[in-house]
């Protein structure tokens, strides 16, 4: 079977405190692709990062950081110095080579100022 | 800034009408999605093409849905006959490159009723 699983349901932070946010998946394929999307309140869905599974780099851009871990499934994503406009549901998601998709039920982050 | 354009933005129809929602993706991307997302499901991905072909569509009920790219400028997403459970919001989203040359751009959706 395969799986998404982002635990945090919401998180709330202040303004410029780090926050991370966890994405665990499951897949029995070998071959597959990770996301992270942010949508904010508006509404429209913003894609921030794809990773594929060959590829255990963790990667920076910014303020924001992936971090891969393929021995725990797992790609969190981290926001350093978070900023209001960084409030948004962050959904992280899972493509294989199949072309099987599932996607996490979403993270809803508020920073506050 | 290059975009991916939607239309229509919102429609809202009756049940058993046929519906068609369109999607130009930006010029040069080779990979366009479409994705449903409503409150119950949350986000699901319905279809994907790279170079106008269909590499998967196991995420449409085939019974209605339908997704093609009659060229490399327009892609559509049909449901006949429409239900009231295919309320939700509709994105397209197109893609280029592949390996670490990549990017995915969204559009605004289409925000579907079926009444």
């Known amino acids: 079977a395969q799986k998404v699983t982002q635990a945090q349901t919401e998180i709330s932070v202040v303004e410029k405190e780090d926050v991370t946010l966890d994405c665990v998946y499951e897949?029995?394929?070998?071959?597959?692709?990770l996301f992270w999307y942010k949508q904010p309140p508006s509404g429209e869905l913003v894609f921030l990062i794809r990773r594929n599974s060959f590829d255990e780099q963790n990667e920076i851009s910014g303020r924001y950081s992936w971090n891969f871990q393929k021995s725990t499934s797992s790609f969190n994503f981290t926001i350093t110095a978070s900023q209001v406009v960084d409030s948004a549901v962050y959904f992280c998601a899972l493509l294989t080579n199949a072309g099987k998709s599932t996607f996490g039920d979403g993270t809803t982050l508020t920073v506050k100022p | 800034d290059a975009r991916v354009t939607q239309t229509p933005r919102h429609k809202v129809t009756e049940m058993g009408q046929e519906v068609t929602m369109r999607c130009q993706p930006i010029l040069g991307h080779n990979t366009v999605f479409w994705y449903r997302q409503t409150m119950m499901q949350g986000l699901e991905l319905l279809a994907y093409f790279r170079n106008r072909a269909p590499l998967d569509d196991s995420g449409m009920p085939k019974d209605r849905f339908s997704a093609e790219m009659p060229d490399a400028t327009l892609a559509t997403l049909k449901i006949q006959p429409s239900e009231p459970r295919d309320s939700a919001v509709y994105f397209c989203?197109?893609?280029?490159?592949?390996?670490?040359?990549?990017?995915?751009?969204f559009g605004s959706g289409t925000r579907l009723t079926v009444v």
């Open positions: 897949t029995r394929d070998t071959t597959y692709y």
């Open positions: 989203a197109s893609g280029s490159g592949q390996g670490e040359s990549y990017g995915y751009t």
